[in-house]
Every structure is written in C-alpha cells, then in structure tokens.
C-alpha cells in the first residue's frame, strides 16, 4: 500500500467517524437515556464542556370547544375555503386552551457542570386581586439517571414540591427548579406541561443555551383561523417546514356526533449541534396577525418560559 493510498484512506476514515458522530442524536422519548447518550461526552468545540443539553423539545397544541366562534356555528367543518368568513367572527378565547408539553435532557460532565442542572420556569400569572388570570404549570417531574461502581443505571426522582416560585413582574413567575446531588456523568430529566389561557400567545422557545445543545426541537400546531407571524431562526444549523395538518374539536352538541374539526398550520423547526457562542441567536418567537384578537402582554424581554441557568 502505498503512501498516497493510506492517507486517502485515513482521511476517508476521519470524515465517516465525523459523518458518524454527527448522526448520533439523542432518543427524543424520554424516561430512559440511551447507551450513546450514556456514553456521549460532546463533540467538535463542545467536547470541553461543563454539561450538555441532550435533548429538549416543546409540543404546542391547542385545545378547542365548539362554542369558539359567537357567530356561524353552522358548518361542522372549518376549512381554507370559508376561512376568511371565519376570520370575520369573534373568537371566544374562553373555549380555546394552549397545551405546551416541555421536555429537557441534560448531562453533567464535569463536578462544576452540576450547576446547569437547574433550571428556570417562566410562566404567565396576572397580580392582580380582582382578575385571576393564570396559565398553569403541571406534571413537573424531575429524574437523575446515574450509573453505580457496577454500571447499573439507577434512577432516583427528585421531589418538587420545595422548588421556589418568585414573581418576576406583576405578569409573571418563575419556578426555580434545583436539583441537588448531581454528580459528573449524571444525567437528569425535566419534564413539565403548560396550560396557557392566552391563544393569542407562544411562548419563545430557545435553541441556544449557556451549554452546547445536541438536540432542540419546537412542533407546533396551530389553528388556521390564528394566524401567526411566525419567525424561526435563520440558522444554518436550523430547519423549519410547515404544512396543512387537522385539528378536532370539543364538542357536547348531539348533532356533530363526530365533533368540530378545523385545519391547522402545523410547523415543524429543529435544531441539531448547536453551540452557546454562535454568534446568530436561534430563538423562535411569533407574533399574533388578526387586528380583532388582542395580543396579551409579552414575556419579559431577553428571556423564553425555559432557561437553564448559568
């Protein structure tokens, strides 16, 4: 074998251990971290790094009842060719609810990373005595997956009634999420749900964090007669698509046996291998287009309803 042959050789061999690196993405189904995650310590300029998000995804449903619309009940069926004479009606925001349903993966690799296993939950809830108006956060579960002198996955679950919910303005909270007893090599599971009573609001979604992210996916699923400016990040590394998809109703009326159904933009936008220093911010934010539905107050600047903290 020649000298040119073996380094064409070794630089094939180079670029597929790369090609396969890169193909390794984390298990999107969580309550079980996979053996490539348990054995994954980061990649490219993030091989140094404290932690590493695994994987965190967010999907975006809306909940809806037949009463939605005060006008034009009629038709069983909400299509793209009466939209615009749905667009006229006044849309009931009683009978629409926003499902956000949030997970996050993290690994410690170092004793100093142990710090990002804490996380921070914005959520909206008005200060106001008079008007309760509050989206709610539910099943939040915290699990830390380690690995005994044996080898032997163990799993424990961190209690979350002590986590500290703080106002951080008279429309805001925040939970506090702490974890304590993390080790390196630890990798820990936060799973939450949001029942939000604004439709005419999305949360922001992040996909940079203070430590590299290997995986970050937003789905969301909106119904058509909600139109959004929707604005995914122009990223090299990020990938969005759209398409028509359908959402059902729910319905007590006897004569729509079958419920309500209404078409939907379904939007699809996920990030791979994506580093804190990049100098191109990848945030998803929106923006509600209807001039008759009131836009409600925003989240507080510079921040999204997750943040792992620093």
């Known amino acids: 074998m020649n000298y040119s042959f073996r380094t064409l050789l070794l630089l094939v061999v180079c670029w597929g251990s790369i090609g396969m690196t890169y193909a390794q993405l984390p298990n999107e189904k969580f309550g079980k971290p996979s053996s490539m995650e348990w054995d994954y310590n980061g990649w490219g300029k993030a091989v140094n790094a404290d932690a590493i998000v695994l994987c965190k995804t967010m999907k975006v449903t809306y909940q809806l009842s037949d009463q939605v619309f005060t006008t034009n009940q009629s038709d069983p069926e909400m299509s793209l060719d009466n939209l615009v004479d749905f667009s006229k009606n006044m849309i009931d925001d009683a009978n629409i609810l926003v499902k956000y349903e949030v997970r996050l993966r993290t690994k410690i690799l170092k004793a100093e990373g142990a710090r990002h296993a804490n996380i921070d ?56 999420v702490d974890v304590p007893d993390v080790q390196a090599g630890s990798i820990v599971e936060y799973q939450y749900d949001i029942t939000s009573v604004r439709p005419a609001f999305l949360y922001d979604w992040l996909f940079q964090e203070c430590i590299p992210t290997v995986r970050s996916k937003c789905d969301i699923d909106i119904p058509a007669f909600l139109q959004f400016q929707m604005n995914a990040p122009i990223h090299k590394l990020i990938k969005s698509s759209v398409q028509a998809g359908r959402l059902a109703y729910d319905t007590n009326r006897p004569d729509l046996k079958r419920g309500k159904s209404c078409v939907t933009n379904h939007y699809v936008i996920v990030g791979d291998y994506i580093l804190p220093e990049d100098e191109q911010v990848a945030a998803f934010t929106s923006q509600i287009a209807m001039p008759h539905v009131t836009a409600p107050v925003a989240i507080p600047q510079g921040s999204t309803h997750l943040k792992i903290v620093k």
Do not use: C, Q, W
């Open 121 to 176: 939950i914005t959520y909206y809830h008005l200060n106001d005595p008079k008007i309760y108006s509050a989206d709610e956060v539910t099943d939040l579960k915290v699990k830390v997956f380690s690995k005994n002198a044996k080898g032997k996955v163990e799993k424990r679950n961190v209690n979350t009634d002590g986590f500290v919910r703080e106002r951080v303005d008279d429309n805001y909270m925040v939970i506090h």
